[in-house]
């Protein structure tokens, strides 16, 4: 089958674009001695997984129990749990660690702490750390963090930060600035846990851009990255990727062209490709996708997405171009924010490098 | 089954809400001598369309092929994809009609017109209208209307428009001008057809705060409004209906609170709530969305979703509210734009006035 007889819109991800970006991770990573546990947040797919962990240890990081049940499935045995959950969520942690996987939780408050040292369900637990991002975790220093790693009783094994503050860096200088925040928030908590006769015997970092460029992890034991598989505009625009590295893009037809107005109609819109509109702060905003030729190249010169409705995308194109598109033609847009844009998306048309599709991968959805 | 049993994030329909705005749209159609055709492109779900059509003609507007062949698995016999094919999705069309369906398409485009013409598919045609949006559509006074009309040969049934512009109305006096402007386009471009010597039978329009507010709908035979079902921040918003007739809410749990900040973290973010910002350019700017409690009321104050991660969704609350939330606690999120939120979810949770989840419907969702 080849990418112009795939029913639009619908994901395509370049499996060489992807082993690319793997290996690159992999090598930033181990570089500083710290093991790779992927953030499967975006792929959401055990194909990916699977790629993604061969060399490495194997554990694998989730956004939610829809996630951990369905790797768990999939054969995968060391689950990190990244969000916080409520207390009524325990249960089908808990339905996990009872069929043998190593289920790890993560917690910023005492009282759920409590719960889950309280909870009968054999799971691990991380006290989560605020890096600088000011969207969960505790400071490093703080009394909260002695009274949280005690609550979680024989649960705790370490602590987590995600400096989720590394997407506001436009340089890749303050992004391993960021990275070094992040280093010392964990390695301050950790060494603080293990002063009060605490355990800490795992120290997790991780985003995309500050796995890139930290300058050393030490004090680090793993690392959990996740957009960096799959990259897009923004990745491309804060300097964690050059735009070739993005291996998922939506392909669509396109459904109307406006040849004087230098406009192109598309029938992905903002439930295929998401509102999400992160390069709008960068130098380049993209709109909600930059439109490519069914090749992934620049045939039709630049076209930007610049209104997304629920199922149209409407693009401002070069007119000198526009002339060549017919109603139907194929094209491929980059997206801005892969995690968002896949999110509608059910599967993955694979190709490698050419626009034969060689494969379908499954992806996992809800919660 | 209760609220406070279901996972979260998750969908819950108030099927007394939907019930009145159904009602309410249907009567201020009806007024006009106009039949209601109502678009599920967001509700997405036989048991809404049942509803929706109950003493209406039965037929019904979708935006893709997939909600049209779930429509049509469901008994829907009589379904106007609103949304303008590429020619390679013809024969999904066809497949419709040759089940006896009655499917009714759209264009603005004089080739996929010849396209559609020289189909042997047994469906019809609506030459699609531009009324003031510049999304889609030909101008009502353009030579391009007759060229169209012509080339659909004996496919072409009439013309359709949809008054997108509606939305940046602020007064319910410019929707009701928006509305004259939809009719007129209609109007005018349907007696020209007529004066050709085409057929035009069928006169379409369509949005919900034109069809909540039209002074007079003369010459139009049918309207298409969707979001009218479950209402959302933004129709309150623009006036098309008052906040308390928000039927669709997003449930979710309390993961973090920080009582000094005054925030608060809830278990749906960005896919869950989508990133649609459409209360931005209004008076209210309700974020990501407003947060309510479980019965749906106020008690926590006013708090709203100024930040949307993947999976959190971060609050700025009141802070004396705040101090009576736990980890865990239930809260419902009205959305901004009921479409984009509804997307990321396979079914609504129905609760009738209370608290007790009294049915389970399912939607469709991809394309």
Known sequence: MQLKDLPTPCLVLDKGILERNLRRMSDAVHRHGVA??????????????????????GGITVSTLAEAEYFAEHGFRDILLANALPPQKLSRAEALASQGVTVTLVTDNESMASAIAAHPGRFSALVEIDSGDRRTGVSADSDDLIKIAKALGDKLVGVMTHAGHSYSCRTTDCVADVAEDERLSVVTAAARLREAGLTCDVVSVGSTPTMTHARNLDGVTEARPGVYMFQDLFQAEIGSCEKRDIAMTVLASVIGTNVDGGRMLIDAGAIALSKDRSTQATEHDAGYGEIRDI????????????????????AACDAAVLKDIQIGTRVRVAPNHACLTAAAHDRYYIVDGSSEVVDVWDRVNGW
Do not use: M, W
């Not at 959401?44 to 240890?57: F, M």
């Open 295 to 314: 090749d992934n190249g620049y045939a039709f010169g630049k076209c930007i997405i610049d209104r997304a409705y629920q199922e149209h995308g409407a």
């Open 36 to 57: 790779l546990r992927p953030h499967l947040k975006t792929a959401k797919s055990a194909a990916v997984a699977r790629l993604a962990t061969t060399g490495e240890k």
